[in-house]
């Protein structure tokens, strides 16, 4: 199966698809020079892959490419962010 991501931006999110099969999203807000990132979801169908990891590692790359700050508002980017202090410096504060 592979897996793209992609940035939504029409439907504020983050989307990890398999051709047309959204397996997962994280629905951001930008405004700014910061995005918040609202809610992680992914597919029951797709749990238990790593789906999720995959969203916020690539939110998380994209801000930074971006030179965004991050407000982790969704409790799984938060604890992504607390488990991989290599993103800590692109929490806005």
Known sequence: MDI???????A????LRSGDT????????????TIT???TEVDPAFS???????LARGALDDARSRGL????????IAAYIGKHPEY???VAG
């Open 4 to 10: 793209e991501f992609v940035d939504n931006p029409d």
């Open 88 to 90: 800590a410096d692109l």
């Open 69 to 76: 700050g991050v407000v982790p508002s969704c409790p799984y």
């Open 37 to 39: 990132l609202v809610h």
């Open 12 to 15: 504020h999110r983050y989307e």
């Open 22 to 33: 959204v397996v997962g999203f994280v629905v951001h807000r930008l405004r700014g020079d």
């Open 48 to 54: 238990g892959q790593g789906h999720a990891a995959t």
